[in-house]
């Protein structure tokens, strides 16, 4: 029989470090993901990226794609009965992933006409985000 171990002690510990938020307090209502503006576009949206974070599966959190299309936009939030700062577990989420890895983003291979003409914040967004 093949079952899988669904607690990952350190892999939420860190999670909650990071983010400093108590990933129990997620009740999984699913509000966080109803707000979402950004849901639609997500493979995995914030209510089981958070369910998987509490399971300790550390492997599906890493593979979803849904932390990446998190604009911290605080409309989960603001819609947590709990208060849970879903942007900050996003981002907790996108920091593991980063850390785990190598540079994603190597300033020298970025087209020049691109850096000139992209937004400012655009550029320092695809920094943040890609780079450690």
Request: charged share 25%; glycine share 4%; net charge positive.
């Amino acid at each position: 029989m093949n079952t899988k171990v669904l607690t990952n002690p350190r892999f939420i510990k860190k999670i909650e470090e990071i983010s400093e938020q108590k990933i129990s307090d997620c009740y999984q209502c699913g509000r966080c993901t109803a707000g979402c503006p950004f849901a639609r576009y997500m493979d995995v949206p914030p209510s089981q990226v958070i369910r998987f974070i509490q399971l300790g599966l550390k492997d599906e959190v890493e593979k979803a794609q849904g932390p990446w299309f998190c604009a911290a936009c605080l409309v989960c939030q603001t819609r947590c009965p709990r208060g849970v700062d879903i942007p900050r577990l996003m981002e907790a989420v996108r920091v593991l992933h980063l850390r785990a890895k190598e540079g994603l983003l190597d300033v020298e291979t970025i087209n020049k006409d691109l850096l000139m003409d992209a937004p400012p914040l655009a550029i320092m967004s695809a920094f943040s985000k890609f780079t450690y």
